[in-house]
T-cell receptor, first 114, second 112 residues
């Protein structure tokens, strides 16, 4: 069975400061990794994904993440946050098989302070 | 850009009543998922369809929940009877099988 641990439930950060949201996973098979963002009362929007290839993945809205297989981590980073980045962020994992369900972490609430 | 459609967006019902949610996946996506997201937690899988067939419904409370995708396109999730603990966001997602899933806006259910 797979699992995802998001190490911080809440992350406050000042506007224009850098941020890192941490994610560790556990799996006995090869995985795909994802970060999703959720705004209040909305569905999940895909920020970025790692399927294969380069371990540094760039996504939308200036976010990037790095897959570290030895540390089983997939941390999300942004060099300069905006007020509009305030949202819930979810890390997710699936089998590297293409048609398997996602297993999500509990989420990290990013609050950007003006 | 193609999107996953869900309706209704919000539903308030009394316990013991029946509710139904609808999902229309992105055209051409053979795989459809229903997830449930309890407030403050990540989504959890309820059921997965491949075309019209159920692939995984191991986490679906079958005494009260049912799901169907009769023609392999849109899908309906039903709860009968609803219980207080069913209050949650119900999310539908679809996939082409290339690894990523696209989510609809969700249906927020409140059971009184």
């Amino acid at each position: 069975a797979q699992s995802v641990t998001q190490l911080d439930s809440q992350v406050p950060v000042f506007e224009e400061a850098p941020v890192e949201l941490r994610c560790n996973y556990s799996s006995s098979v090869s995985v795909y990794l994802f970060w999703y963002v959720q705004y209040p009362n909305q569905g999940l929007q895909l920020l970025l994904k790692y399927l294969s290839g380069s371990t540094l993945v760039k996504g939308i809205n200036g976010f990037e993440a790095e897959f570290n297989k030895s540390q089983t981590s997939f941390h999300l980073r942004k060099p300069s946050v905006h007020i509009s980045d305030t949202a819930e962020y979810f890390c997710a994992v699936s089998d590297a098989a293409g048609n398997t369900p996602l297993v999500f972490g509990k989420g990290t609430r990013l609050s950007v302070i003006a | 850009e193609a999107e996953v459609a869900q309706s209704p967006r919000y539903k308030i019902t009394e316990k013991s009543q029946a509710v139904a949610f609808w999902c229309d996946p992105i055209s051409g996506h053979a795989t459809l998922y229903w997830y449930r997201q309890i407030l403050g937690q990540g989504p959890e899988l309820l059921v997965q369809f491949q075309d019209e067939s159920v692939v995984d419904d191991s986490q679906l409370p079958k005494d009260r929940f049912s799901a169907e995708r009769l023609k392999g396109v849109d899908s309906t999730l039903k709860i009968q009877p609803a219980e207080l603990g069913d209050s949650a966001m119900y999310l539908c997602a679809s996939s082409s099988g290339q690894g990523d899933q696209y989510f609809g806006p969700g249906t927020r259910l409140l059971v009184l």
